[in-house]
Each structure stands twice: as structure tokens, then as C-alpha cells.
């Protein structure tokens, strides 16, 4: 088959068919865009379709390859998962959002340049942004509205070097760039990327926005975003140096905050860039084991992230918080939807037998060949934060501990939400159990086996001795009822700072100028305004009496035409008309 | 509920639960000891127990500074920004 269907078109048409469907056959739309999609990934074929000139630049709808491909798969599988997740929900908006966000994710996946990339690239921050915006309420349209701006913020860098790199190369293909090559073009498409990365200190977006996203828009958010900035880092950036570096700073600067966070989102959201911080780092370190790691650990890592926010969602969802110190003993109350998180949980913990043990540990061993102890050390830190604060602090507090305070009315959630994170959670263990299904879609041709000898002793004593440390500590992890400062205090202070300083500085200078010219300006203003008047009765007047006596003189002429009868008035246009005719082509 | 009645079976079996988990450790860390280690490169492969004490050190710290810095520093009320 040499024909390809871009899968991304599915969820565009999608999106703008759902609205004129009703009922049951609605519920079973947003299911099919998805299946569909799979289907499209599943026949689709290497290769490199849809080439454009534009602009005096070529340009490449669909790049199919390995690298794209595992991207892809991902995206599609994920789509329907949040889509069943989402089922309940009655906004057409809300679905639509999510449609549109997902196909621009995968148009930004399979896109062979630079501009095709932005453009995906857009639509992708400025549908998902409705996603957060579904949550309604104050704090989730403010929060939107600081995600929007800084999303914007890295379109704009991402453009000033896509428009920098074409005037340097005269291309805008996207294509490997080598660290001795890279400039100021490179680097600001590098920052671009990286924003949507959340790598440090460009993160604050990220725990910020998603928290106050919907129940069921919190799990795309979580997968897409990220997972497009990762596979272009991958594409584009594999070898940089800074990556490796800053990506294992970002797993342990996430798990810091995941230990001291409150709301289980919150908690979720810092897991995020810890993740993301194991791929960052192995695209950085750049070998072909460590992208393969990237490459992997992005599936995983979407699937049980996913599980996750499902499992919070679905608390927030029936009990109205996610907050620990206000949770407890739900276990009760919703067992299946605690097994489900707890599923997710040891996969983001690198349980062996759960998917992120089989993709973490690509990653790391990679970084151990390399020799880079240190890389290595502090991801495996990051991992003893992530099983401290998902898998226990959060299972703990949540489901077990002391019961809440105030009575919880909790429940299992409707059936489709229990359904999508029971799949998921079948996903995650498939992988873990036969990493070969996802080995057989990496980009590079490795030989790894996660399950021998070392990589285990190594895992659980990881897992089991930070599980003793909690059980002799638990005391002093207990929940608090507060919020902790991160980087957007920054902006977030530092705008009330600028509304503090239009009204305190601004103002008034615009009152004293007001004043001032009050009463300096107003002098001049009286004595010239005499001598305009003097101006305008001498000068201006004469000609425009004259003027006005001219016009009543025609106005009397044409006052004899009006006769208000219609036949007059169309003898009268279509002599003009022949007058202009005539004129017009006999005269001139 | 079948799941329910489990863990609340187990949640009535603390102390052994307990016991358990204390072999279970125990284990873990022979098993680390009994390994061959025949192709270790860096002292992290060559050290017996060494993600054991890693583990315990790591997680402590982890604990401490974080909450630390979040009790000097980060901690705010939760209508800080309004």
C-alpha cells in the first residue's frame, strides 16, 4: 500500500462531525474516531508522504519511520483510553478539545519540517488549553490563561529559530542537528521544545495548569504535551549534552516537590517532569540504548501517567478534592478504583513485572554503560522519590490512613472511567511482563534484557529499603493543607507587582501630566485658541459661506428634480448613465 | 465486595504482614550478595548491598531537605495567590 492516511485526519473531521450527532450514536462516535485511528497507524507504512511547496520552502506532511511511528502508536491507543475515560461528559466542547489535541499532536509527530511543526504546534497549546478551561471556575480559567501565554511564549521561540535556521541553512526540513553545529537558530528551537518539555527552569506551566484541569482533560493533558516535546528533542536534539544534564536535574527537582505536595494532582503534575526528565536525559546522553530508553519510557510512561490521573481524577471526581489532607480510607469505598492506581503506581515505580521497570531501566542502564555515575545515581534518587511519594505517600494517605475528618461521599466512578483504567492498567502490565511488544517498535536495532540479575537486586533494594524508610517516617510525611512556592511565583507575583506599579507609578505620573498641562499648558492653549478663532472667522468662514451659498443654489436645482415619483427617478439614472456612456466612449 | 475483604483479612494481619516484610528485605539483600558479579565496572556494581545503603541514605535525605526547605521556604497558605 503506497497510499497513506494521515491518522491526525480522523480526529480532525471528528471534531467537527461530533457536534451534529445526538445520543447513543455520539457515545459511539468518540469511541470509533479513536478505534479508527489505531486501524490507520496499524497499516500505515514507512515512508515519507505528502510533500509540499510553500513559501519557497519544501514541505513534509508525513514522515513514517520508527522513530514516529512508536509516537504515534502511543497517541492513538491513548486517545481512545481518555476517550472512554471522557465518555460521561456531555460537552461537545470537551470531547472536541480533546480531538483536535490529539490530531495535532500526531500532525506534529509525523511533520517532516519546520512549519508544518508550528503549525501543529499551536493548534496543539490553544485546543488543549479548553481542556483545563472545561474545569470552569475562576482558578482553572486564570490557570488556562497563564498556560496559553507561556505556551505562546515558546511558539515564539520555537518560530524566531525556525525563521533564524531557514536563513541560515536555506532549509526548514527537520532534521538531526549536531551539538558542534548548533547556534543561536538551534538553540532557540531547542528552548521552544524544551518549554513544552517542562525542562527547568521552564517547568512552572506544567503543576500549575494541569491540577486545575478537568478530571478527564488532566489525562490527555498529561500524555500529549510532553511526549510531542520528547519525541522532537529525540529527532533533533539526541546527543546534547545540556539535556542529559538538565533532564536528570528535572527528575530529582520533581520527586522534591512531589514528597512536600498536598493535592494528589499536584503530586501527579511533578511526577511529570521527573518522567520526563528520565527521557530528556536519554536523548541527551544519546546513544542508541538511551534513545531507545526515551523512545520506550514515553509509552510507558503515557499509558500508566495516564492510569494515574485516572485514578486521582476518579477521586477527585466522586469525593470533590484531591487533596490528601482532606482524603482517607477510601479504600472502602472505591477498592477497584485503588487497585487501578496502585497498578499505575508501582509502574511509575519500576516494579519489576510493570511497564516502567522495562523502559526506566533502558535509561538508566544506559547511562550506567556510558560510565556517567552520577546521571545514574541521581535518577535512581529520582526513583526511590517516585515509589516515596505516588506509590506510598499517596496510597497511603488516600486510600488507607486515618479516615477524612469530614465525611467523604465516595464511590467507584461510572463504569466507563473504571473500564478505561482497567485497560490501562492491562497495558502496563502487558508491557511489563512482555517487554518485547514494546521493544519490537523502538527506533534503534538494540539487543536489552531488563530482567537480569543486576537490574533486579538493584530495583528492589531500591523499592524495598525506601519502602522501610517510609514505614519508619511516615509520621513525618503526613499531608499538610498548604501550597509550596515554584518558579511562577515569579510571574505570578511579579505581574500583581506590575498592576501595583501602573497604579501607583503609572497613574499617578499620567494624573501629574494631566495636571501640568492644566494649568502650564492652558495659558498657550487660550491665547492660541484666540488666534485660531480670530483665524477662523476671517478666513475659513469666508470660504465656507461661499462654499454654502453655492450648494443651496444647487440644492435648489436639484430640489425641482425630486418629484418623488419612482418613474422620474429611473428616467433621470439612466439618462446619467447614458451621459457617462457617452462620454465615456465618445468624448474620451 | 471480594477485593475489600481482603485487605481488610490482611489489614487484620498487621504484625505478620510486619514480619514479612522485614524477610522480605532480608532477601533482597542476599539475593544482591549471592549475584555474580563478573562483569562489574564501577564500584556501584561491586559494592555488596550498595543500593541498599543508597536507598536508606537517599530517601532519608530526600525526606528531610525537602521538607526542610519546604517548611523554611515554599510552604504557603493555600489562598496565597488569591
Redesign the interface.
Known sequence: MDSWIHPALFFFLGALLLPFLKGRTKKAFILLVPAVSILAVALARHGTYGRYHFLGADGIFGRVDAMSMVFAWVFVIMAFLGALYALHREEDGHHMAGFFYVGSALGAVFAGDYLTLFIFWEIMAFSSVFLIWYRKGNKAIEAGFRYLLFHVFGGLLLFAGMMLYYYKTGSLAFESILPANASWPEYLILAGFALNAAVLPLHAWLPDAYPEASVEGAVFLCAFTTKTAVYVLARGFSGFEILAVMGTAMTVFGVCYAVIENDIRRVLAYHIISQVGYMVAGVGIGTALAVNGAAAHSFAHILYKALLFMGAGSVLYVTGTAKLSRLGGLYKYMPLTMIFYVVGAVSISGFPLFSGFVSKSMIVAAAHEEGRLWLMALMNLAGIGTFLSVGLKVTYFAFFGKEAAEPLAAKEPPLNMLWAMGLTSLLCLIIGVFPRTLYVLLPFPVEYHPYNAAHLAEALQILSFTGLVFYLLVKKLSPEAKINLDVDYFYRKGALLFMKFDEKVVAPLDTLWGELYRTLGLGALFKNADLSYAFDRKAIDGVVDGTAYSVMDFGSVVKRLQTGRIQTYIGLALFMLFAILWFVLVVA | ?D??KI?EYLRGKLAALRIA?FV??GA??L??IL??RGDA??F??AIY?F??F???I???L??????G??HL??????D??G
Do not use: N, Q, R
Not at chain 2, 62 to 67: A, M, Q, R, T
Not at chain 2, 73 to 78: F, Q, R, T, V
Open positions: 465486595m477485593v475489600l485487605i516484610f522480605f528485605l533482597v539483600v539475593f544482591d549475584i555474580p565496572h564501577y556501584v556494581d548491598a543500593w541498599t543508597f536507598a536508606l537517599g530517601c532519608f530526600l525526606i528531610k531537605i525537602s521538607k526547605v519546604a521556604i515554599l510552604s504557603k497558605d493555600e496565597y495567590y
